[in-house]
């Protein structure tokens, strides 16, 4: 009797064990369970899974300049997230698209960023700054614009994340100048692909076609917020300067275009002819071939464009000149169907501040720049805003010969162009 009442207690203790159990696991996977979905959520708008989410709350991309390591991997989760900033301030599509190219210029930038706040219907203009140089002087910059929506992108090959290898300097690079006999006793790395004059690559001066082209693919094939997106794209450089009416002159060009000249390829905003009588120009356009002296500043492009420049992309990768302006205008005449015809402002929207070359900076006088397109907008500001737009002047559509500059022999330099199409 004892023996089954002993029994009993045990089953009775076993089956109470286990209800008590599975109550206790019960508690707490649901427990956990919401603290891995709140995890989760926070995971995701890490990751950028709702950006219009973390828009709304106020998340930022944090960029970390510590390390080589941490920048590449700031500029991945960048590229990734792109979070849209100033979007719940500005909802709609935008009417106008632009791009800027920027290196490590930042006082040239502010005043870009400067000429922006300034400019009339900016808020209905999406900026996306791609970067090519990673500091926080230049992302505070940015991440301060406050009057329209803004995007950063980040060049993934820049030499700043690659500074002892290719696509930057390597050390067993071969030394610019160089002979090929030279370089093939040393055994450098690219003995056998000098430039078409002789010389070697130099990473500070390839990057920017690099990033010109990069940015062509990952705006108009990466950028989220620009699916279905169906209108131009202006792109700039860090050392520009926007007269207050290039919206609505730029709106103007692009129904000009559709009216009188459907077989214009690429819009001209600018020019550097700043000492034009804006008051005789401000109104008129003008029609000719591309040329990379004359429109390679504020260029308004569609994607109809840009899939035909993809199909140059080849020749774009291996043609022996660092500029990407003079690339793109031997494409013009020697890939393309028909050369690139080019609508152009005669009273330039556009000023260029930099006093000096890209890769020089012991001249820099930005104060010097700043005076002289203050000069500029005080004798344009009367004839700005004009009603309507004339073409005033069509040139012969052709394709002018010039001599490359080299400076791109490099086969790596070519593999990794060519590769953009692909990986981003």
Not at 190 to 218: C, M, V
Not at 227 to 240: A, C, T
Not at 244 to 264: A, S
């Amino acid at each position: 009797m004892r023996l089954k009442i002993h029994k009993r207690n045990v089953l009775a203790f076993l089956f109470a064990t286990l209800i008590a159990l599975f109550l206790l696991f019960s508690i707490r996977r649901n427990g956990q369970s919401g603290v891995d979905s709140s995890r989760a959520d926070v995971h995701s708008k890490e990751l950028g899974a709702d950006d219009h989410d973390v828009q709304h709350a106020g998340y930022t991309h944090k960029f970390y300049y510590d390390t080589i390591f941490n920048m590449k991997k700031s500029v991945y989760e960048g590229n990734y997230r792109q979070l849209v900033q100033n979007a719940d301030k500005f909802p709609g599509d935008p009417q106008l698209v632009v791009v800027v190219q920027v290196h490590n210029r930042p006082a040239y930038l502010k005043m870009l960023v400067d000429s922006f706040q300034k400019a009339s219907d900016i808020q209905n203009v999406l900026l996306i700054f791609s970067q090519d140089y990673f500091s926080e002087e230049i992302s505070n910059i940015i991440q301060g614009i406050t009057f329209c929506r803004v995007l950063q992108i980040y060049f993934p090959y820049s030499t700043q994340l690659y500074p002892f290898e290719f696509p930057g300097q390597d050390p067993k690079d071969c030394p610019r100048d160089v002979s090929k006999d030279t370089a093939v006793r040393m055994k450098c790395n690219n003995a056998e692909y000098p430039d078409s004059y002789g010389h070697y690559r130099e990473a500070s001066f390839t990057q920017t076609k690099h990033h010109w082209w990069w940015k062509l693919h990952f705006v108009w094939e990466r950028v989220r917020t620009l699916q279905g997106y169906s209108g131009y794209v202006l792109f700039l450089e860090e050392d520009n300067y926007l007269l207050p009416d290039f919206v609505h002159f730029f709106k103007g060009m692009t129904e000009l275009k559709k009216r009188e000249c459907p077989d214009c390829d690429l819009l001209a905003l600018g020019n550097h002819e700043s000492s034009v009588q804006f008051e005789e120009m401000t109104n008129k356009l003008e029609t000719s071939g591309w040329l990379s002296t004359k429109h390679n500043i504020g260029i308004g492009m569609s994607k109809d464009l840009y899939y035909k420049l993809m199909g140059c992309n080849a020749e774009f990768c291996t043609y022996d000149d660092y500029n990407w302006d003079w690339t793109l205008q031997n494409l013009s005449g020697m890939c393309l169907s028909k050369t690139l015809k080019v609508l152009a402002a005669k009273a330039t929207r556009v000023l260029h501040t930099g006093d000096c070359g890209l890769h020089q900076k012991d001249s820099c006088r930005s104060e010097l720049a700043l005076q002289k397109v203050q000069e500029v907008q005080e004798l344009a500001k009367k004839s700005l805003f004009p009603t309507s737009l004339v073409i005033s002047n069509q040139e012969s559509v052709e394709n002018k010969a010039h001599v490359k500059n080299g400076g791109w022999g490099d086969i790596r330099d070519h593999s990794l162009c060519k590769n953009y199409a692909k990986v981003l």
